[in-house]
């Protein structure tokens, strides 16, 4: 294993820290325990939101902190949740008197200890509200989780979300616009080559040369079989058309289709599965109206991707094109 680290325990902290260096306009970094606020916050008569999950999948959750996205994100440590004494300080920090959404994508660990720190910050009188996000159509359950994954439709649901509060929404119509956004994204996930967790040492799953891993999370669990490396269109359409079939797409729909890099896939890559999935999507009579093709939702150096496609509606459509300023996603 090589990799620019210090001391394995200490990957997250330092990690963090220097984030919080980089983008000290958009963010405030607290440590002990550590999260992230927005620069500014709590923004007074405005919807807080908070994410978080285990690092790295990176710019997931902290680098989609600022105007028009998250008030606040918890970093847990490499692959694992974060806890509730720091999920719940973070809820008070985003809090600006009009009540805080959690968005929690659907790891076990995760949707427990956000629990506990609502319940806790309800007891200091801050009303929360909690969506789960679970578009991953490779499995039903993994390792990690009762029911579906939350991968990289995330990214969707808090920027749509963040917009819905940046314009004044009260919290029950956030959550509802962020429940509505989830109802209508769908995700799938391929895998290369593992990634390894620094604390760990070792890849996280034995690919050989000649195989790929279809469906795979973001931790490398999983997914629904393995077989010889193929084409990128042959790979393009194993995960694009489950992800249309889950969707009931159709035709006529106007889409979101975002390719997203798992951290050791180049951009160049990321283009040719582009390529293949919006003519996917376009042969089955859908239009796709907005693109986004990056690493947003990453596992360390995994290489791999997935394709994600949110069926839009015009206000969806217009909270998506809403100003956002974020180290990780601008416009």
């Not at 004494?85 to 009540?99: K, L, M, S, Y």
């Not at 760990?200 to 279809?214: H, N, Q, R």
């Not at 596992?299 to 509606?313: F, I, P």
């Amino acid at each position: 294993m090589k990799k620019l680290i210090n001391d394995p325990a200490r990957v997250t902290d330092e990690s963090v820290e220097g984030f919080g260096l980089v983008h000290a306009d958009l963010v405030t970094v607290h440590t002990d325990p550590i999260f992230v606020v927005r620069v500014g916050a709590p923004v007074a008569g405005k919807v807080g939101l908070v994410s978080g999950g285990g690092s790295g999948h990176e710019p997931l959750h902290a680098g989609f902190v600022g105007v028009g996205m998250l008030d606040a994100a918890v970093p847990g440590a490499m692959f694992t949740s974060p806890t509730p004494d720091a999920i719940a300080p973070a809820t008070v920090a985003a809090n600006g008197g009009r009540g805080v959404l959690h968005i929690v994508k659907n790891y076990t660990g995760d949707v427990l200890n956000f629990e506990t720190a609502a319940e806790l910050a309800e007891a200091d009188g801050i009303e929360v509200r909690t969506v789960v996000v679970n578009d991953d159509v490779a499995v039903q359950d993994s390792l990690y989780t009762a029911g579906r994954r939350g991968v990289a439709g995330t990214v969707p649901v808090e920027k749509i979300a963040g917009a819905a509060a940046e314009r004044g929404d009260d919290l029950a119509s956030v959550a509802a616009i962020a429940e509505r956004v989830i109802a209508n994204v769908r995700t799938m996930g391929v895998a290369l080559e593992a990634c390894t967790v620094p604390h760990a040492g070792v890849p996280s799953f034995d690919l050989t040369d000649e195989e790929i891993e279809i469906g795979i999370g973001i931790h490398g669990e999983p997914g629904r079989h393995r077989i010889p490396m193929a084409p990128a269109d042959e790979i393009t359409e194993m995960l694009t058309t489950p992800v249309l079939d889950d969707l009931g797409i159709s035709g006529g729909e106007q889409v979101l289709l975002l390719v997203n890099g798992m951290g050791g896939t180049p951009l160049s890559e990321l283009y040719v599965v582009y390529r293949a999935a919006r003519k996917l999507v376009e042969a089955r009579g859908a239009t796709v109206a907005r693109s986004l093709v990056g690493n947003y939702v990453t596992s360390l150096e995994m290489q791999g991707c997935s394709v994600t496609v949110l069926r839009l509606d015009d206000e969806l459509t217009a909270l998506w094109d809403a100003p956002v300023h974020t180290a990780a996603l601008r416009w």
